[in-house]
DNA sequence: TTGAAAAAAGATAAATTAGTCTTTATTTAT
DNA sequence: ATAAATAAAGACTAATTTATCTTTTTTCAA
């Protein structure tokens, strides 16, 4: 469904909504360890979060780490996915072809047309802070780990 | 959402139902050049279609190829989808969680929930020849080139 | 103003997926 | 029986994705 770096985005992302903030910025490692995904992979993930949509803030140094804004918290999950250029589920064909429309549309065009509406309104309208608020809510886990919520 | 694989065996297989039949098998390079797709790949995936699931048959030597059984053509596109391994969309967790499940979901699981239904519908309850007939309805269309229904 | 702590950037390696080519086995027709 | 047509099987190459390691830059605190 999603590329390994897509869901690590998404992991981290939520993560560090969770954890961290501006005067708590979380390290790399606590992240890669948090989430459970690889550490240098997901610092380079992390610098494409930083540099596309201004999903996640960094800054180096001592006492530095990520976190994330108060409008970054706003923004769709989209932008997460667009982020690290995996926004095809709700943007391409699912047969893979180059020209399926609405006037030329491919077999399944019919039938996913609604699902990928649904794909596309859960991208768009979910919020970073709401996955956040989902994770907040005791049960509900990052990677098999309970998160403890402050 | 689909990898390459996957999206060449369902082409491939549209086709297959489409204009073949037990008395009118299809070579690889007419199936390869129809649906656009790498010809020596696409013959690795059609093997794929005949070992696992039943999905394609063949037959080699002289007026040899691929075609469609009955049976075949009655099987759900999921196992298209399985016999090439890929049938992910519909059994992981979009964040790539090993455990995630109604007692210990992830953040998205409650959003996510409803889509991965619709999406298993649409892989059960559609039959590769439910899609052959959508492709024949004319305006329809494998890789931007009309197919001629006889 | 120096040292240490952090992320950024760059270079490389490993694994997976996609794609190609060659040889073999099977089938049909002559 | 033999030759030709075809898919199957296997070996190989290329591209992409995933992952790791090293060096550089930035920032803070002593």
């Known amino acids: 469904m999603l590329s390994k770096s897509a869901e690590y985005a998404l ?30 992979f997901t610092a380079k993930i992390l610098q494409l979060l930083t540099k596309n949509n201004g999903v996640v803030s960094s800054v180096r140094g001592p006492n530095g ?7 970054a918290r706003k923004l769709p999950v989209r932008a997460v996915l667009e982020a690290v250029g995996e926004d095809g589920i709700i943007t391409k064909c699912v047969l893979g072809l180059k020209e399926c429309s609405e ?33 907040g809510k005791g049960k509900i886990v990052i990677n098999n780990r309970q998160i403890k919520t402050k």
Not at 112 to 132: G, H, N, P, V
């Open 65 to 71: 780490g990520f976190y994330l804004t108060d409008a």
């Open 103 to 135: 006037s030329r549309p491919c077999p399944m065009h019919e039938q996913y047309r609604y699902i990928k509406a649904q794909l596309r309104q859960m991208f768009e309208k979910t919020s970073i802070q709401d996955l956040a608020n989902e994770s």
């Open 11 to 40: 992991r981290a992302t939520i993560y560090i909504a969770l954890k961290g903030s501006e005067d708590n910025k979380l390290g790399i490692d606590e992240i890669a360890t948090a989430i459970d995904s690889p550490q240098y």
